[in-house]
């Protein structure tokens, strides 16, 4: 299985800006997926989760009612919608898939599949 990341890129504070990941190689509608991110100096951290249908959807604290997860099973892709963007947005931006269901969604250790990152700088 592999997960490829695009999208990111430099913009201003209040900005939008949509990530994808392209998921290959597994049945993609079997997958569940998240959004983790890490910023300079600190650790990865959760951001969104999708399940495998895409009929429950959870987010971080942080980036509740800005944020969208969502998935095309047809382009087995998913993406992340970022609205209102902040200067503390600032990170590395990762997808994560895995064939299994948990409760620990948020943990990125349960996560079996990994994309390469991009990078979201966001000025103010």
């Known amino acids: 299985v592999q997960l490829q990341a695009s999208g990111g890129g430099l913009v201003q504070a209040g900005d939008s800006l949509t990530l994808s990941c392209v998921i290959s190689?597994?049945?993609?509608?079997?997958?569940?997926a998240g959004w983790f991110r890490q910023a300079p100096g600190l650790e990865r951290e959760f951001v969104a989760y999708?399940?495998?249908?895409?009929?429950?959807?959870n987010y971080a604290d942080s980036v509740k009612g800005r944020f969208t997860i969502s998935r095309d099973n047809a382009k087995t892709t998913v993406y992340l919608q970022m609205n209102n963007l902040r200067p503390e947005d600032t990170a590395v931006y990762y997808c994560a898939a895995d064939r299994s269901y948990s409760t620990r969604y948020y943990l990125s250790a349960r996560y079996d599949y990994w994309g390469q990152g991009t990078l979201v700088t966001v000025s103010s």
């Open positions: 190689g597994g049945t993609f509608s079997s997958y569940v």
């Open positions: 999708a399940s495998a249908d895409g009929g429950s959807r």
